[in-house]
């Protein structure tokens, strides 16, 4: 089956045009009933001169909707034709295809249960009962009281979690996402400090996000009482997303890269790494949140649908 979607417009362009006329509508009925034919065969068939058989048959391959093969013949070769494809889908709305169609898993990380991390002052992080550590020293990172973290913040750097990746026998994965709550780093808190913050799957950068600010404008709601008003307060809910043919960041495409570049049946998890490049222009750092602070009330939540 050829699956094409709008995300693909100049694909879909070229079959729609290669379906568009009765006469290659004619050679694809013919082929069902016929699997192997030369042009003069299906000039005959059709009633058409060879020469209009030919045009359109280029059309249709172009388009590889049929194959065609050069065959030896009496007098040098001829062009043997037969379909490639029993279906054609075209979905002109893929998210909602794939949520009606496919089947999910969905694990949530706790944003402390990261297992790599290169970053630089300011940084720590803290619970709901305090601040875990001393401030700007990245070698508590290490320590094993980080699981319990539900606020980190780093202002170079990055930060790295690994996702199990347990599908059925046989599946599919259609597409892959990652949603997290988060916003800039800036001393207290700077509503307007733009920080550009990228997101990598098993090492290949699937785009990048230029946060406003560090937002302070209202107290993050289930921030826990101990916390400082005059801190970071919230963050926004952003999704990076990879496709069969693009990665997108909140459905907006944000890289080319797709699923079949992250190769993810080379090993039993997906790595998730997001942090500030070291040339990226605006290096406005990163907090991110958990379950307990800002104003969502989750880790972060990888997707994966599959057929």
Avoid at 63 to 89: H, W, Y
Avoid at 154 to 160: L, T, V, Y
Avoid at 248 to 276: A, H, V, W, Y
């Amino acid at each position: 089956m050829l699956e094409l979607t709008i995300d693909e417009p100049d694909r879909l362009v070229k079959v729609a045009h290669a379906l568009s006329t009765h006469t290659r509508i004619g050679i694809i009925k013919l082929l069902l009933a016929k699997p192997n034919l030369n042009i003069i065969e299906i000039a005959e068939a059709l009633d058409i001169p060879v020469s209009t058989a030919a045009t359109n048959v280029k059309v249709l391959e172009e388009a590889e909707l049929i194959l065609t093969e050069l065959q030896p013949a009496s007098r040098g070769a001829m062009k043997v034709c037969s379909r490639n494809f029993d279906d054609v889908r075209m979905i002109l709305n893929p998210i909602a295809y794939y949520q009606n169609t496919s089947k999910a898993v969905e694990v949530e990380m706790p944003i402390g249960h990261f297992i790599n991390f290169d970053i630089q002052p300011t940084c720590g992080m803290a619970n709901t009962t305090g601040m875990l550590f001393i401030e700007d020293e990245p070698e508590n990172f290490y320590h094993p009281d980080s699981r319990t973290a539900e606020i980190i913040w780093f202002r170079k750097g990055w930060i790295e979690y690994r996702f199990p990746k347990k599908l059925p026998a046989g599946a599919k994965v259609k597409s892959l996402e990652f949603s997290l709550e988060l916003c800039s780093e800036a001393p207290n808190y700077n509503n307007d400090w733009p920080s550009e913050i990228t997101v990598w799957v098993n090492d290949m950068e699937i785009g990048s996000w230029i946060s406003p600010g560090d937002f302070g404008d209202h107290r993050g709601k289930l921030n826990p009482p101990w916390w400082n008003d005059s801190s970071t307060q919230h963050g926004l809910l952003k999704t990076w997303a990879i496709e069969e043919s693009r990665s997108t960041i909140d459905n907006e495409k944000s890289s080319s890269t797709t699923l079949r570049d992250l190769q993810m049946d080379q090993k039993p998890f997906i790595t998730f790494r997001i942090g500030l490049k070291p040339d990226a222009k605006h290096q406005g750092g990163m907090n991110l949140f958990g379950k307990s602070f800002g104003d969502y009330a989750q880790g972060i939540i990888m997707r994966m649908q599959y057929e």
